[in-house]
């Protein structure tokens, strides 16, 4: 019996000391019937030569005039995709060897499953981390979906039959960088608990400049902002759907701009400390992250006013701390 095709997906822009590991990564795959699409974002380094330098005719190298907007690349790969599945991949990410095998097996054992994806790990971090800790797969479902963005770009492998159903990506520039997440609660609108994400670690989620320090910063009150009208005009297009949850997660998206306004105030002493512990209309649920956080920060800021180094304990514990005031949503999620 053949074995279906897979198009995989690689949009990119100036990747070229990083694509070709990628590259490699996919041609490493024990399923070995793909191709593989690079839709090269207008690069001006030479991605491209480092595409060609791969003598692989399953490699497509498409360049297209410099848009910025990594849906328009998806959607021009996806236009011209001749596999039963298709799979998507960041340029700078990496794929282990049994992903495509894996996620193969599951979907065309489960006819209900239109899209799997999987569990993964950072790197190349000092602290590497798993997505998920869950001991089982698990179903996704649209009021899950939500609470955050648990399906990872790059792990995901889909029916092309899904394209047919519900279109292409929005290529809206309110989206940039939540085209996907908008994408996925679209595909849960046709059909509920289609998505199931896989609890083995398949793929190595690139971080990069990563430190401690950046994960202590407190929250840009205008970056919160703009994404909180991100998931306005996501979530608008699903209120006739699921309005309750709905108007719930946007509240929630909405205190925690409100609470990015307080830690910034605290941070510029605008406000004083004391005030905020006494302060009965926040929530203690409030207050105590944003009060773990501004003595992090304070904590960073002695270390570096007499240039001390963190024992690497203390480092590791932080770091841990930050990632799960941050992704809370997602901490409980995979806790469960």
Known sequence: MKKKLVSVIIPTYNRANLIGETINSVLNQTYQNFEILIIDDGSTDNTKTVVQSFKDNRIKYILQKHCGLPAKARNKGLKIAKGEFIAFLDSDDIWLPQKLGKQIDIIEKNPDILLVSTNGITFPSKYPFKFFSIKENKRISFKLL??????????????????????????????????????????LKYKDKSILILKEILIKYRIHELSIREYSRFKDPKHLLNRYKTYQYIFNKYKDYNQRDINYQLKSKLNQLNTSKIEQNLLQRKINLFDLIKDKSMKIRTKIPVLIRYYIHKYFNFIQLFNCKLPHYCELAIFKINFILRNYRLYIFVKK
């Not at 792990?155 to 994408?183: C, H, P, R, T, W």
């Open 146 to 187: 939500l609470k955050g963005n648990f399906v990872k770009n790059s792990s995901v492998l889909m029916k092309k039959s899904v394209i047919d159903a519900i279109g292409l990506l929005d290529e809206n520039f309110q989206l940039k960088a939540m085209e996907d997440y908008d994408y996925w609660l679209r595909l």
